[in-house]
């Protein structure tokens, strides 16, 4: 009984997706990791594909399409979707254009990626849901463009609330604290020397759409990619405690950005809602607290927010206010 329970357990685990690592299985279930290999060998046995990934990254992942049978496109075949999809754009008389944008949506959120397609996409925690119909159209349009070294152009909400078209270089699609991500260099007119980094997230309420140009770019090839993710807290290990308060009318963008961990409210009032968060790095922190202007406000640690007020008023001063 103690087996059969742990394994179905270990199918529920597997089945929320991603790579899950023996180690962290045999926590889970409190059992050890020889265990793990017999529960995997009885849900082969069952009919579940279970892939085993090598490697320091490695681990278990139930093969989804073992479960519920799905389409499962190759390169060509994702490519060719999205030249006719820009083809149908080009034609604005087209009567059924919202209707075609839909049954592609469709496709592609049912479309179950090859082992070498879900590799583009860099899991910095473990997987815990799929991308909506609407983001996983554009996240193949963005993995397009990194394959083929080209810019795009991306329709973005900003912190604001106001629209914003960026044209960016696209480097890497990742996953991190229970969302999606592309990581790209935002392009400015007239600067060369790119490395203006940007992470924009897939949210049917942030990247509205998203286009593929025939530009094409020389990637940078010494890009930490690690250490610029750190900047925006999505990496290190979140360690000092902040409080903030908001504004509500700006609580919808709030809650979409990424703060930290352990984000939680703690009070409000008419005007304002306060937040604690976990996060171990400040620069990150500081560059979004000045993204949200007055509607987001630093209440502590109070060290730090001194710190911030000291820059402010540099920066002013700097500009002659």
């Known amino acids: 009984m103690y087996k059969t329970a742990n394994t179905i357990r270990m199918l529920q685990i597997l089945y929320s997706g991603g790579v899950v690592k023996k180690r962290d299985l045999a926590q889970e279930l409190e059992t050890n990791e020889r265990n793990i290999r017999e529960y995997k060998k009885e849900l082969i046995m069952a009919g579940y594909d279970i892939l085993e990934h090598k490697g320091r990254n490695g681990g278990l992942q139930l093969d989804s399409a073992s479960i519920i049978p799905a389409a499962r496109l190759n390169r060509e075949q994702t490519d060719a979707f999205l030249e006719a999809r820009d083809l149908v754009h080009t034609h604005s008389s087209f009567a059924s254009m919202k209707e075609f944008d839909q049954a592609v949506e469709k496709l592609f959120s049912s479309v179950v990626p090859s082992p070498e397609e879900d590799d583009a996409i860099l899991y910095l925690s473990r997987r815990r849901r799929d991308p909506r119909q609407t983001s996983t159209l554009h996240m193949e349009v963005c993995r397009r463009g990194i394959r083929e070294k080209k810019r795009l152009k991306l329709l973005y909400r900003r912190r604001d609330g106001r629209m914003q078209e960026y044209l960016v270089e696209p480097y890497q699609v990742f996953y991190s604290q229970e969302a999606y991500y592309l990581f790209a260099d935002k392009v400015e007119q007239g600067k060369t020397d790119g490395g203006n980094w940007r992470c924009f997230r897939f949210s049917p309420t942030r990247l509205q759409n ?107 001063e700097a500009y002659g206010s």
Request: net charge negative; no cysteine.
């Open 210 to 316: 998203v286009t593929l140009t025939e530009e094409r770019f020389v990637p940078f090839t010494d890009v930490s990619l690690e250490q610029n993710l750190a900047e925006y807290g999505f990496v290190k290990t979140p360690n000092t405690k902040y409080q903030v308060r908001v504004r509500k009318e700006a609580e919808h963008l709030f809650r979409e950005s990424d703060w930290g961990d352990d984000l939680r409210a703690v009070s409000q009032d008419e005007e304002w809602i306060r937040y604690t968060f976990h996060r171990d790095e400040k620069e990150g922190l500081f560059n979004q607290l000045l993204e949200f202007g007055p509607t987001v406000i630093l209440e502590s640690p109070a060290d730090q927010q001194q710190e911030f007020k000291d820059r402010i008023s540099a920066l002013m």
